[in-house]
Nanobody, 115 residues
Framework: QVQLVESGGGLVQPGGSLRLSCAVS????????TGWYRQSPGKQRELLAT???????YYTDSVKGRFTISRDNAKNTMYLQMNSLKPEDTAVYYC?????????WGQGTQVTVSS
């Protein structure tokens, strides 16, 4: 059974940083595209960043220069380093693992940016 377990969310002040982790089990992690999404109340789930097994990255404009996606294939873990956080970054953050035929999601972790 494939499981994606996120950690690292919480409450942080504006301008602060958080690092989200997503531990993957039950699948050969290295062959998948890893990604992070977020969803705020009343809004659609939004793609933030992706990182392919070849090292290609994508960032949505709102997080470029502030967020960094990474992965450790040996540990079957993906990360999202979030710096210069803003109140509008408040959301539930989800990790995602995707191939041509399969997609898996984490359970989500809450990130709240507030003073």
């Amino acid at each position: 059974q494939v499981q994606l377990v996120e950690s690292g969310g919480g409450l942080v002040q504006p301008g602060g940083s958080l690092r989200l982790s997503c531990a993957v089990s039950g699948v050969n992690f290295s062959g998948y595209v890893t990604g992070w999404y977020r969803q705020s109340p009343g809004k659609q789930r939004e793609l933030l960043a992706t990182l392919s097994s070849a090292g290609s990255t994508y960032y949505t404009d709102s997080v470029k220069g502030r967020f960094t996606i990474s992965r450790d294939n040996a540990k079957n873990t993906m990360y999202l380093q979030m710096n210069s956080l803003k109140p509008e970054d408040t959301a539930v953050y989800y990790c995602n693992l995707r191939s041509t035929f399969r997609t898996f999601w984490g359970q989500g972790t809450q990130v709240t940016v507030s003073s």
